[in-house]
């Protein structure tokens, strides 16, 4: 399986974001659209969370769910 980069993840999921927003001038469910792009927030904290991270300590983390609660601690010591 091929490693995916931050970098790559987040610009997914921006057009993601964009496509759901463009979807509500045809769906009309307002609903379904809105958990569609929290949950796509939630993808992209955690994607730049790792960004962040491999950033600052000269990391090459991927996204993997192994990587998000180490790299959402190391952001979140700086708040």
């Not at 001038?25 to 927030?41: C, F, H, M, V, Y």
């Amino acid at each position: 399986m091929s490693r995916i980069k931050p970098e790559q993840e987040i610009k997914y999921i921006c057009n993601v974001i964009d496509k759901n927003i463009d979807a509500h001038k045809i769906l009309k469910d307002r609903g379904l659209l809105s958990e569609n792009i929290l949950a796509q927030l939630r993808n992209l904290t955690e994607d730049v969370a790792i960004l962040i991270n491999n950033i600052e300590n000269s990391l090459s983390l991927d996204i993997h769910y192994n990587n998000v609660d180490s790299s959402i601690k190391y952001v979140s010591s700086y708040i």
